[in-house]
């Protein structure tokens, strides 16, 4: 015993004997060190960091597996299971007595660790997370180790990049007959709007031939324009994962849709990655140890278990639920609570062969991949345009309870008014008592703390609004409702009984020279087939927005004190600039107009929104509108007291 805890395993170890059941089978632990030099968190005391691998493997005939596809076609081990393994990085309370019991899972985005840079207010490390957290820096405000929870990441998408601290799943490639399977896919190409230049591009699968006449590529400039082919001579094979443009050096248009076509071989199985999920929380909730004599890395000490996913891993979530993995294989709950953060409606393109679980739909990109399907509400509906019934949630007894959080920009690019209303948007839905939906008013998808206004690829200078302070307190509220069976306050997002839900002319938009405004949000295409994609015609689905007050700030939802005593306006949408696709959606980036300072500024420039000087006559006044917003937030539990003070402090330091 060391501190409290069975120091298990090294890196390189047996694992023991045969397992008697599918699941973990076994657990290596690379390292256990100290957290943050030791620091203690409260009155969980210090932490430690443990990196190891989990081991797994499934039974094919269990009816808990039998919705991953093409696991029939994986290979088996001698006991006829299908074999896995996953990174696995746990943060616990060195001394596990001092725990809370509380088990929080982050699901991993694209591999990587969003909790303290997205959630917790922490500088991000690099590729926009902190994937290895070793010091308090790392640990933000600590709410989540104040409040003594055993913290795990656990990889599930098997392509994730493991460079810079990234975490992925190991999956066994599915053939037929012991031969490869070769399938045509389609990659959609595009250079500089996510990140930055891409030259040569990356393909998402291993091609099943070099020979051209098998593939083809073609260009376009925006989403609706028709396909151009690029000519076979004008683009090469650079390795079986790359594609070149010739002549050698040539640049992709920025923003421009590239589609490449192609025959692509060795698909994972992927839904594996909700398995090994399922398999690690129930592992690591249970008492006892693997099959090798491994002791449990949690401690045997967790009584509740959380879920938090962020933008993809919230989408992930979604599906992780509907699809029944959150009852585990021997038929307990796996995840008492979850809350997904900006996911809109969708889910992730995992289960399925050849799947790309890192597409994310917009209007510009990513537009006509799997993301967006009925159901999309935890409230049970009927959709007209399909026929079907149904409801995120089973109501088989394994529900978690529920909470969706969503910023404006959900609203305009995944269709997050579908969560509460029905599918053509004509009526209010009602969610059950085991579910809330909330809008964090204004806020944008890429918001976290730390972010400069610059207009990137973008018409408008971006928005720096954080809403990060209503995430911590809902993933409070959210503990106390599954230890405590407190209920949250009630869902608050735009409705259209009372007209903040509404079509986007209509949003109230103030008129401003020089800042564009979008006719549209993002539309929710139906079709058959990804590879060659036609969208059905005839009844649509109807997503709504937000309406705007004089300011242009949105109405409805939780409205931090940003908002509720704003220096700026601030949106979930902004539209792109040339170079590039002029006019569409930008990604999901949102914009931030400051208001004039003083009134005769704004009249010179034909804004219509007051000044400054005629909002707040002194610093004392906007000090107590500030004031008043994080009063009213940490009555609602909508904000938590030790960061409405953090705001009221800011503002004695603003300029008046």
């Known amino acids: 015993m060391r501190n409290g805890w069975v120091v298990v395993g090294a890196l390189g170890c047996a694992l023991g004997a045969a397992p008697v059941q599918a699941g973990i089978t076994g657990i290596e632990i690379a390292s256990v060190e100290p957290f943050a030099d030791g620091a203690e968190f409260g009155a969980a005391g210090s932490y430690e960091r443990v990196i190891g691998t989990a081991h797994g493997e499934l039974d094919p005939a269990d009816p808990a597996n039998a919705g991953i596809v093409d696991i029939a076609l994986a290979p088996r081990n001698v006991r006829g299971m299908v074999e896995y393994k996953t990174d696995l990085f746990i943060l616990r309370p060195k001394d596990p007595a001092r725990g809370s019991g509380t088990l929080l899972f982050e699901v991993l985005n694209r591999g990587?660790?969003?909790?303290?840079?997205?959630?917790?207010?922490?500088?991000?490390?690099?590729?926009?997370?902190?994937?290895?957290?070793?010091?308090?820096?790392?640990?933000?405000?600590?709410?989540?180790?104040?409040?003594?929870?055993?913290?795990?990441?656990?990889?599930?998408?098997?392509?994730?990049?493991?460079?810079?601290?990234?975490?992925?799943?190991?999956?066994?490639?599915?053939?037929?007959?012991?031969?490869?399977?070769?399938?045509?896919?389609?990659?959609?190409?595009?250079?500089?709007?996510?990140?930055?230049?891409?030259?040569?591009?990356?393909?998402?699968?291993?091609?099943?031939?070099?020979?051209?006449?098998?593939?083809?590529?073609?260009?376009?400039?925006?989403?609706?324009?028709?396909?151009?082919?690029?000519?076979?001579?004008?683009?090469?094979?650079?390795?079986?994962?790359?594609?070149?443009?010739?002549?050698?050096?040539?640049?992709?248009?920025?923003?421009?849709?590239?589609?490449?076509?192609?025959?692509?071989?060795?698909?994972?199985?992927?839904?594996?990655?909700?398995?090994?999920?399922?398999?690690?929380?129930?592992?690591?909730?249970?008492?006892?140890?693997?099959?090798?004599?491994?002791?449990?890395?949690?401690?045997?000490?967790?009584?509740?278990?959380?879920?938090?996913?962020?933008?993809?891993?919230?989408?992930?979530?979604?599906?992780?639920?509907?699809?029944?993995?959150?009852?585990?294989?021997?038929?307990?709950?796996?995840?008492?609570?979850?809350?997904?953060?900006?996911?809109?409606?969708?889910?992730?393109?995992?289960?399925?062969?050849?799947?790309?679980?890192?597409?994310?739909?917009?209007?510009?990109?990513?537009?006509?991949?799997?993301?967006?399907?009925?159901?999309?509400?935890?409230?049970?509906?009927?959709?007209?345009?399909?026929?079907?019934?149904?409801?995120?949630?089973?109501?088989?007894?394994?529900?978690?309870?529920?909470?969706?959080?969503?910023?404006?920009?959900?609203?305009?690019?995944?269709?997050?008014?579908?969560?509460?209303?029905?599918?053509?948007?004509?009526?209010?839905?009602?969610?059950?008592?085991?579910?809330?939906?909330?809008?964090?008013?204004?806020?944008?998808?890429y918001g976290r703390a730390g972010l400069a206004s610059t207009n990137g690829p973008c018409a408008n200078p971006r928005s720096s609004l954080n809403p990060a302070p209503a995430v911590r307190a809902l993933l409070v509220v959210l503990e106390e409702w599954v230890k405590e069976g407190k209920a949250p306050p009630e869902s608050r997002v735009p409705r259209l009984s009372d007209q903040t839900l509404v079509e986007a002319a209509d949003i109230g938009f103030p008129f401003m020279v020089g800042v564009p405004v979008p006719t549209a949000p993002n539309a929710i295409a139906r079709f058959s087939t990804y590879v060659d994609p036609h969208p059905e015609s005839g009844p649509q689905y109807r997503p709504l927005v937000p309406r705007v007050d004089a300011d242009g700030n949105e109405v409805a939802g939780i409205r931090l004190p940003a908002v509720a005593a704003p220096r700026a306006t601030f949106t979930g949408w902004n539209l792109y600039a040339d170079p590039f696709p002029a006019g569409a959606l930008c990604d999901r980036e949102g914009s931030q107009i400051p208001f004039a300072r003083t009134r005769a500024q704004r009249d010179a420039a034909g804004d219509p929104r007051l000044s400054l000087e005629e909002r707040y006559q002194d610093a004392g006044a906007y000090v107590a509108a500030v004031t008043r917003s994080v009063d009213a937030l940490v009555s609602d539990r909508l904000l938590l007291q030790e960061d409405g003070d953090r705001m009221i402090e800011a503002a004695q330091q603003q300029i008046p």
């Not at 190409?189 to 073609?218: C, H, I, M, W």
């Not at 008492?287 to 967790?302: E, L, R, V």
């Not at 050849?354 to 009925?374: C, K, W």
């Not at 088989?396 to 579908?418: C, H, M, R, V």
């Open 112 to 445: 990587r660790k969003f909790l303290f840079n997205w959630v917790l207010d922490a500088p991000a490390q690099a590729v926009q997370a902190v994937n290895d957290p070793k010091s308090a820096t790392d640990a933000g405000t600590g709410l989540v180790l104040r409040r003594g929870y055993t913290i795990v990441w656990s990889g599930w998408e098997a392509d994730a990049l493991r460079q810079q601290g990234g975490m992925a799943i190991d999956v066994p490639v599915a053939t037929r007959n012991g031969k490869p399977i070769v399938e045509i896919v389609r990659d959609e190409l595009v250079s500089a709007t996510r990140g930055p230049p891409e030259a040569p591009f990356y393909l998402t699968f291993k091609v099943a031939s070099q020979n051209k006449a098998d593939a083809r590529l073609t260009v376009r400039r925006r989403e609706a324009d028709p396909p151009r082919p690029v000519p076979p001579d004008a683009w090469h094979y650079a390795t079986p994962r790359q594609i070149e443009l010739l002549p050698k050096g040539t640049k992709p248009l920025p923003g421009s849709l590239y589609e490449f076509t192609y025959q692509a071989t060795e698909p994972k199985v992927l839904g594996i990655g909700f398995a090994a999920t399922r398999d690690v929380v129930a592992y690591l909730r249970g008492n006892g140890g693997d099959s090798g004599g491994t002791a449990n890395p949690a401690g045997g000490t967790i009584r509740h278990t959380l879920a938090l996913g962020i933008s993809q891993s919230g989408r992930y979530l979604r599906d992780f639920i509907q699809q029944g993995f959150n009852r585990d294989e021997v038929g307990k709950r796996v995840f008492d609570g979850v809350l997904s953060h900006i996911a809109g409606v969708g889910g992730v393109f995992l289960n399925a062969r050849f799947g790309q679980p890192s597409r994310t739909n917009t209007q510009h990109e990513d537009h006509l991949y799997p993301e967006n399907a009925f159901p999309f509400s935890a409230g049970s509906q009927h959709d007209p345009i399909t026929g079907r019934t149904g409801s995120i949630l089973r109501d088989d007894g394994f529900d978690p309870l529920l909470i969706e959080a969503n910023t404006g920009t959900e609203y305009w690019q995944k269709g997050a008014s579908l969560l509460t209303t029905d599918p053509v948007g004509r009526t209010d839905v009602r969610l059950p008592d085991t579910a809330r939906a909330y809008l964090v008013s204004s806020g944008f998808h």
